[in-house]
């Protein structure tokens, strides 16, 4: 059985809605925003102001919808803070967008001059880390992976605030479809899904939250109901299973109605909602730089869609703090007594 300490307890309450579910929108991409304005521009860098500008309008704009915002410290934060309103939970970023690649795998790492520690200090709810991570990787690459996890856990641990843990499988150099961007592997193996979620459930990873991608190809996911629905939920089921505690949906660059069926498959396994940016604000964003169009488009379709979103989310989505790791009584603050100030250790 699973005991959340009182200030993971507290920031997993705050990422949530008052009904325990997960409405999250992710401001915190680098690459799938900062690219596409450099190529606009015809320029190597985008510059500062579109990229932070434009994170700016996805907090004005989608905040009323979401339970929380996942914020990166260069542009989201110095931009949209001000923006944010202190009811909504602040998740914020810890990895790099930039890995070092190598014949064997990826390797990542922390943003430079940024911490666990900074994110607690300046009134985080919550960290969230991105671990590229192929079970088949080079044995080095796989154990620095690990190694980054877990250092990452144990800070989380230290100062008291839940750990966001997001895999993504990626193509290695002797693959197909080879890529670096953050978009879901075409032709992933469902296994190397599970393998890695099974992997990161050790107790010594200290995750709170799993950030997990579809185990089936988005465009194969045909949606509660639908035909062949019973053996995609199946991969679901035991993704669900071998995680071990509450976990969330991201969109991984699928479309809207993709995205759509990939959560009914997961809220009937056991999620407890979404934290997903492209399918949300892609579209809007496709009319850079065009600010009055990314207005209309985040105000109006993208903000039709999360409301869609959550209503299925309120419908099917489980509460997190009844699930299951958590035991009969469920997620709840402890000991319930004057003991407590006696017993919670400081940093």
Same mark, same amino acid.
């Given at each position: 059985?699973? &005991?959340?300490? +009182?200030?993971? *307890? ?15 929108? /992710?401001?915190?991409?680098? +690459?799938?925003?900062?690219?596409? $304005? ?32 996942? *914020? &990166? +410290? ?6 949209? $803070? ?12 810890? #990895? ?6 190598? @014949? ?7 943003? %430079? ?11 985080? %709810? ?8 192929? @079970? ?53 193996? /469902? &296994?190397?899904? *599970?393998?890695?979620?099974? #992997? ?19 465009? &194969? ?13 199946a991969v679901f089921d035991e993704m669900g299973r071998l995680a071990g505690r509450p976990w969330v949906m991201l969109s991984a660059g699928a479309g809207k109605a993709e995205f759509r069926n990939i959560l009914t498959h997961a809220y009937k396994a056991g999620a ?17 730089? %065009?600010? /009055?169009?990314?207005?209309?488009? *985040?105000?109006?379709?993208?903000? /039709? ?13 489980? +509460?997190?703090?009844?699930? @299951? ?23």
């Open positions: 059985m699973t &005991d959340l300490t +009182p200030g993971k *307890l507290w920031g997993m309450r705050r990422m949530a809605d008052d009904a325990g579910r997960f409405k999250m929108t /992710a401001v915190d991409q680098r +690459p799938p925003i900062k690219r596409p $304005i450099a190529t606009h521009y015809g320029t190597t860098e985008a510059p500062y102001d579109d990229v932070a500008g434009f994170k700016a309008l996805l907090v004005e704009t989608l905040q009323r919808e979401s339970s929380a915002l996942l *914020l &990166d +410290p260069h542009f989201a934060i110095p931009r949209g $803070i001000d923006l944010l309103s202190p009811a909504r939970g602040l998740i914020v970023t810890l #990895e790099d967008s930039i890995f070092r690649e190598t @014949p064997e795998g990826r390797f990542s790492s922390e943003i %430079d001059d940024w911490s666990v520690e900074k994110i607690k200090r300046m009134g985080g %709810d919550a960290v969230k880390v991105l671990a590229w991570y192929r @079970p088949d990787a080079g044995e080095n690459v796989n154990r620095h992976q690990q190694d980054f996890v877990k250092r990452i856990g144990e800070a989380c641990a230290r100062y008291d605030i839940p750990f966001v843990f997001e895999l993504l499988v990626y193509p290695l150099p002797k693959d197909a479809h080879q890529t670096r961007d953050y978009v879901e592997m075409k032709g992933k193996k /469902a &296994d190397d899904v *599970l393998k890695s979620v099974a #992997e990161f459930a050790g107790a010594d990873y200290g995750v709170d939250l799993f950030k997990l991608e579809s185990p089936v190809n988005a465009a &194969d996911v045909p949606g509660v109901g639908n035909e062949g629905a019973d053996e995609v939920q407890s909602g979404y934290l997903a940016g492209r399918a949300i604000w892609l579209e809007a964003f496709s009319h850079f730089p %065009d600010w /009055a169009k990314m207005r209309s488009g *985040l105000e109006g379709e993208a903000t /039709a869609y999360m409301r869609d979103l959550n209503l299925l989310t309120d419908a099917e989505a489980a +509460p997190f703090a009844a699930h @299951p790791c958590y035991g009969p009584e469920g997620a709840s603050f402890r000991p319930k007594d004057a003991s407590f100030r006696h017993t919670y250790k400081g940093f």
